[in-house]
Every structure is written in structure tokens, then in C-alpha cells.
């Protein structure tokens, strides 16, 4: 800690020079007051720590989680068997070591640190360490979009999205475009039909930069990012996307329009990273396609595709949704005709950081 030279002059001691010159308070007083608070918190027990988990200890490297673990290392029963020669160990009798496991901070798989278990052993066996793991209990994500109601501010109605990954391919260079199709169906209409909630949704979407195709601005940068998971670091963890809409809440954490697994067409997350970034086509659902503005010809002629889809596919958990037999051509003809809007978002690296 200290250089081998002479010893540096003692910050504490100028502190409390300086609080004693105060009215009142003795050199002594300040002396014990600037020390008190510089002297790090000891645990009851031999529990011979190091500074990474201390800083666990202290709250510095946890997110999400403020529990007082003083109290709980002093609580922690003092006996074990050791988790590396498997004798066992006594932390009020011996120099004992914990490591803690816990779950790595994710911005947006894993916003709060779990604390998944303690290992503890002889400090002979193994010293102090943190155990940082990948989170394995992934969040489902947002369920659902609340909108307000213009004319009746305390009624929210809810609407959850469907998403779809699509590959368009442009048919004068062949280059690959990666697509999202959000499909929305209105799960709380609080009585009033999909109608309004429609508009409401298309008003909201129109604030997020997501709006018809004419009045599309391609110099507006996205209110939205994207973040791609495909890496397979947690046991088989299917791709996920996270939809970021800001940032909020506990931590500041991402706020999310989706977290949510997907299949993702070969070549898609490649597509999408390359172009750094990813049109997203939002519309209704297509069980909401009677009160849908999509034009009759163009309903009907996807409707007679799904008719003859769906007659192999379908399935009664389907729920009459059919918008998973939406092709990327599906998605452009329906941007075309305005019926959906058009964004676009920003693709994240893959640690969803910059
Ligand atoms: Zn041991
Ligand atoms: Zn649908």
C-alpha cells in the first residue's frame, strides 16, 4: 500500500487538525471522528475478505440489490464444511474465506446481481473471491404497452406485440435487409373496441419516430435500440432482442418495448449488424385486420395466403393470430399501402453497452 520511502504525511491527521480548530471539538474528538469513519467495516467473524468482495459487501458492485450484507455476513453461521477439502471449518475459532456467487449485471438480461449462493472454505484452502455467473432465470420482458386514453387519462389500455424476424432481400442488389414486424393486438380495451386504442398506439408510435412511410424522415436518428443476443453463453439460451425504449426506473436501468426470445432467420442477426441497424413495420395484429387500415385488396390477398397457410398450420393456441405467416414481402406491401407504419432502430453491440 505504502511506498518503501519515507512515510507520506497522514491525510487523516490534517482532517482532524482541521475539525479541531472548529469551536468544540477536541483534537482527540477529531481525530477519533476522521479515523472512525476511514477504519473499514470488520466482520464478526474471521472472515478474511478481499477488496472484490468487500466492494460486494459495501453495495459498490451490486446493481439492483440493497441489502444490508454486514448484517448477513455477521448472520451467516460461522460453521460449515468447506467447499474445497470438504472438512470442516469454524470462522469464530480460524481464519475462514467466503466466495459469493453471483449473477453477472446485464443491462438487460440480468439488471439486478442475484445472489445465488455462498461458498465458504478454510482460508488455508482458498482465499476470498467473487464468483461473477451468467443469469440463467431471463426476464420475460415487458408483457405489455400501456396507452392512454386521450379523452379519459386514467383509462389504460394494454397492447402486446408480436414480433417477427424477416429477411428482405432487395431485389436490385440482393443485399439482405434485417426486418422486425411488430404485430399489435389490443389485449384491454376497456369496452371500446380496437379502434381507438389504435389510434392511441399510432399517435404514441408517431412521438417514437415510427410513422407512414411518407412522412418517414431518414435523417431523424431512432428514439429506439436494439440489442441482438445470440451468443449461446447460458447453457442453451435461444436468441433473445431487446427492444430499448429508454431509461428509467430502479438503477436507470433500460426500459423495454420487448425482451423476448425469437426465431431469428439465418443470416439475419449477421444482416442486422453489419447495417447497424433494423427497420421495424408495426401494425395490428392480423385478428385485428376488420378494424385494420389495411386495404381490402391487399387483405384479402393475404388473407387468401394465410386461409391456405393456415389450413396446415394452424393450431387452436394460435388464438387466431396469423401474423407469424407474414412474409417480408407481407411486411413491405403493407408498409407500402400505409396500413403499417415504419422506424427504424439502432443495433447495439453485443454487450448492449454502446
Ligand atoms: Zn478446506
Ligand atoms: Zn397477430
Redesign the pocket.
Known amino acids: 500500500m505504502t511506498s518503501t520511502n519515507a512515510e507520506p504525511p497522514d491525510p487523516r491527521k490534517a482532517q482532524a487538525r482541521a475539525l479541531s480548530a472548529r469551536p468544540g471539538m477536541s483534537y482527540a474528538a477529531a481525530l477519533r471522528q476522521v479515523v472512525g469513519s476511514a477504519q473499514p467495516w470488520q466482520p464478526k467473524h474471521r472472515w478474511v475478505l478481499t477488496d472484490e468482495v468487500r466492494d460486494w459487501l459495501s453495495g459498490d458492485s451490486r446493481r439492483g440489490d440493497r441489502r444490508d450484507l454486514y448484517a448477513w455476513l455477521d448472520n451467516l453461521p460461522a460453521t460449515f464444511a468447506?467447499?474445497?477439502?470438504?472438512?470442516p471449518?469454524d470462522a469464530r475459532t480460524a481464519d475462514c474465506a467466503i466466495t459469493p456467487v453471483v449473477t453477472a449485471y446485464d443491462p438487460d438480461f440480468a439488471p439486478v446481481t442475484r445472489h445465488v449462493t455462498t461458498r465458504k472454505?478454510?482460508a488455508?484452502?482458498?482465499p476470498s473471491s467473487m464468483d461473477w455467473v451468467p443469469e440463467t432465470e431471463l426476464p420475460p420482458g415487458p408483457l405489455y404497452l400501456g396507452l392512454r386514453a386521450a379523452d379519459r387519462p386514467d383509462l389504460i389500455g394494454t397492447v402486446d406485440f408480436g414480433v417477427h424476424a424477416l429477411l428482405d432481400t432487395d431485389p436490385e442488389d440482393g443485399i439482405r435487409h434485417a426486418m422486425l414486424l411488430l404485430t399489435a393486438r389490443i389485449v384491454e380495451d376497456h369496452g371500446r373496441g380496437v379502434f381507438p386504442w389504435s389510434t392511441e398506439l399510432e399517435l404514441y408510435l408517431g412521438s417514437q419516430g415510427i410513422t407512414s412511410l411518407a412522412a418517414l424522415d431518414d435523417d431523424d436518428e431512432p428514439a429506439w435500440t436494439l440489442r441482438i443476443s445470440t451468443e449461446n453463453t447460458v447453457g442453451n439460451r435461444p436468441p433473445w432482442i431487446a427492444i430499448r425504449i429508454g431509461h428509467g426506473g430502479y438503477d436507470d436501468t433500460p426500459r423495454h418495448l420487448l425482451l423476448r426470445e425469437v426465431d431469428l432467420p439465418d443470416g439475419w442477426a449477421d444482416a442486422a449488424r453489419r447495417a447497424g441497424h433494423v427497420d421495424v413495420a408495426v401494425g395490428l395484429c392480423t385478428r385485428h385486420w376488420d378494424t385494420a387500415p389495411v386495404p381490402e385488396e391487399l387483405a384479402d390477398g393475404i388473407a387468401d395466403i394465410i386461409k391456405e397457410l393456415s389450413f396446415i398450420t394452424k393450431t387452436a393456441a394460435d388464438n387466431h393470430c396469423d401474423c407469424a405467416l407474414l412474409t417480408a414481402d407481407h411486411a413491405v406491401a403493407l408498409v407500402e399501402s400505409g396500413a403499417f407504419l415504419l422506424g427504424w432502430v439502432r443495433v447495439l453491440s453485443d454487450d448492449g453497452i454502446g
Open positions: 468447506c467447499d474445497l477439502c470438504g472438512e471449518g472454505y478454510h488455508t484452502c482458498k
